[in-house]
């Protein structure tokens, strides 16, 4: 069905642009067998506008609807994306021209690789890993676009008694080891993600260590996405040390340390970045 969005948008220069009312589109990642992430892309048909390279599944938005709700739409039309199945982490105006007229990009996950049909727009619907997507012959404006949306990976560790006294009067304190079981049950439950950084760009976040000392040593947790790291003494100066240990790494990514001590964030390297708890407890 067309909506009222279908057809050109002409700039006070001439330039057209396909969408009345912008266009967005959908970057959809998920984590592979080996939890690296892919990204899904459409190999556009040969009759479409560059025809033949790879995008992301889009196209216009209707006047009625938010950049996400097109996003969303158009992946479900031209890959069968439910919208059940992703979740949505990051919005951003990717493209744009002097008339007023902007291409959305709408980031979201996924669990999991989904299955996907095509329609007449594409020959091929792909799941790419994310280091290869730089080498396919992509459509000009996602490759413009596609630096400051691909992800770096991260190693996240977890100033983890930092972050459970941030959730406020919960009684925590009463059962340590009960109450931090439970906080990383619930973060390996939204694990892996796509995460947006202080810089502006993108990382990709497959697991968390968790840091714990003291009676917090006693939490039972056994899943994959949450390693953990037992301190015999202070918290603080394992995460100092895990820290320091990755930014003397041959290909250290980047480490982001989850924490709203100042005295620790001042020992950590220069290299690191310090995210406050309510970044990751907002994940919940």
């Not at 095509?118 to 413009?144: D, K, Y």
């Not at 596609?146 to 059962?175: E, F, H, I, Q």
């Amino acid at each position: 069905m067309r909506g009222d969005g279908d057809g050109w948008a002409v700039g006070p220069d001439g330039d057209k642009r396909w969408g009345r009312h912008g266009a967005a589109g959908l970057l959809l990642r998920a984590p592979l067998p080996d939890g690296t992430p892919a990204v899904l892309l459409q190999h556009r048909a040969a009759w479409s506008h560059q025809g033949g390279t790879w995008a992301l599944p889009g196209g216009a938005r209707d006047s009625h609807e938010s950049t996400v709700d097109a996003a969303v739409r158009e992946a479900h039309e031209e890959a069968g994306i439910e919208v059940t199945a992703l979740a949505v982490r990051a919005v951003r105006v990717t493209s744009g021209s002097e008339g007023g007229w902007t291409y959305t990009t709408v980031v979201a996950d996924a669990a999991a690789p989904l299955d996907t049909t095509l329609n007449g727009e594409s020959t091929e619907l792909r799941w790419v890993p994310e280091e290869q997507v730089g080498e396919m012959p992509l459509h000009a404006g996602f490759a413009e676009a596609w630096p400051a949306l691909r992800t770096r990976p991260v190693r996240m560790l977890l100033d983890t008694a930092n972050v459970l006294g941030s959730t406020g009067p919960t009684g925590w304190w009463r059962d340590r080891p009960g109450a931090t079981s439970a906080l990383l049950a619930n973060l390996a439950a939204v694990l892996p993600r796509t995460v947006e950084l202080p810089d502006g760009l993108f990382g990709w976040v497959p697991q968390v260590e968790a840091v714990l000392e003291g009676a917090a040593r006693g939490a039972a947790t056994d899943d994959a996405r949450i390693p953990v790291h037992t301190a015999e003494g202070s918290g603080d100066d394992e995460l100092a040390r895990l820290a320091a240990c990755t930014a003397t790494a041959v290909d250290p990514g980047v480490t982001v340390v989850v924490t709203a001590d100042r005295g620790l964030r001042e020992r950590l390297p220069e290299s690191a970045v310090a995210l406050p708890p309510s970044a990751v407890l907002a994940w919940l």
